[in-house]
């Protein structure tokens, strides 16, 4: 298994099965130690004001919309990541094996992944679109994050200080709960973890906060 699994021909679908066990060691391990990358992933996602019933998407160029087709706004990132990447594994693999025990051969590598890439992205979209009617509405409410700005957040890995962001929590109007990277607006000020902030602005994919002082008053 080892041997058909580690062939050249078969070299995209385990490297996809290899990012897939990573990512969710990650997770398993983020959990434990206040790190959510899929809250980094789903900040990082290219702003799209949508209507999640996909009926406006608006002009957000061939990328844009296939991210929409694909429901990545409707879901979170890492959901969808992980449903993608093991049905690929999983559907290559399977084509690989079909080929070599009835014809005795496989398809190169690349035609292979190409056509487990045109097989395999339909399914993940229906998943993805079955997952996003079963999830709470609010869940699957499309938040831009232009909308964080005002609002408070809550330091949860690292120390945050000019140059070098570290990561927060924050919660949006629904409830739910997002990590965005965070540095201080002000020169000379640093944040530690647990501290209180306030996201003032942002610039690129880093939000620049000062330090809630509401929130240190309740802590003191």
Partial sequence: MMEFMLDSANLPFSVS???MLFIA???GVGALVGFALSGLLDNLMPEMELDVDGADVGD?????EFLTWLRLREVPVIVVLIAFLTSFSITGFAMQQI???TFGFMLPALIAAAITLVVCLPGVRLFAGVLAKIMPRDETEAVGSDSFIG???TI??????VGSPAQARLKDKYGQ???VMVAPD?????FEQGAGVLLVRMAGSTFYAIRDTKTDMLDA
């Fill in 177 to 179: 709960s997002h990590y």
């Fill in 25 to 27: 060691a990650v997770e």
């Fill in 17 to 19: 099965l290899a990012i």
């Fill in 60 to 64: 957000h160029g061939a990328f844009g």
């Fill in 186 to 190: 002000n020169d000379g000020e640093s």
């Fill in 151 to 153: 609002r408070p957040a």
């Fill in 99 to 101: 080929l070599e025990a």
């Fill in 156 to 161: 949860t890995l690292g120390t945050a200080s």
